[in-house]
């Protein structure tokens, strides 16, 4: 498999996070250096890790988890969207309340946006492709393109203000309901 095959499965591959990191940076909940870098290094590890784990799952598995991969993507997105929704729309409380560059939010969105590339590993385990270096290069595709988004959207943030957190949380409701659509289509 030749690099710019693997950098057009990384940048594919990528692009839930950086929809979702566009959309929490809109927000203004990840600012200040350490909660964007957290952010943009678990989306990369993450999405790492999955084709690795979907390599090492092999054939036996793929058919199990293309039941449902979708639909645990849809409900881990829209749990953490309805939220952003919610808190945006209320005019009385603290817009930046819950930090997604930590704990529970943060897993979810990270785990939301690669179950695609657990497919990924999948299908390069039946290719026979050693799994290490496009592994490597999706993690770093990844983390670099959440790193960017998450800049540009605070700055999108700064100029629209709680108005970006209900856009981003429609964007990452819009995201699941894509991820399910792709896959029932």
């Given at each position: ?66 039941d ?14 309805v ?9 009385n ?5 819950n ?11 990270a785990?939301?946006t ?72």
């Open positions: 498999m030749s690099f710019v095959e693997i950098l057009l499965i990384a940048v594919g591959l990528a692009m839930d996070a950086f929809a979702v990191s566009l959309g929490i940076g809109t927000t203004g909940r990840a600012s200040g250096p350490r909660p964007i870098f957290r952010l943009a290094f678990h989306f990369g590890l993450f999405q790492a890790l999955m084709p690795v784990l979907g390599w090492l799952a092999g054939t036996g598995v793929a058919g199990f988890i293309e449902f991969d979708h639909w645990v993507a849809l409900i881990l997105l829209a749990f953490v969207g939220r952003m929704i919610r808190s945006g729309l209320d005019s409380g603290e817009s930046h309340a930090d997604p560059s930590r704990g529970g939010t943060l897993i979810m969105l785990v939301a690669s179950i695609d590339a657990f497919a990924i590993g999948l299908s390069l385990a039946m290719l026979r492709v050693n799994i290490l270096y496009p592994a490597i290069v999706i993690g770093v595709v990844t983390g670099g393109l959440s790193l960017a988004a998450l800049l540009v959207g605070g700055r999108l943030g700064k100029v629209f203000g709680k108005r970006m957190e209900v856009l981003g949380g429609l964007i990452l409701i819009g995201i699941g309901i894509r991820v399910v659509i792709s896959h029932l289509v």
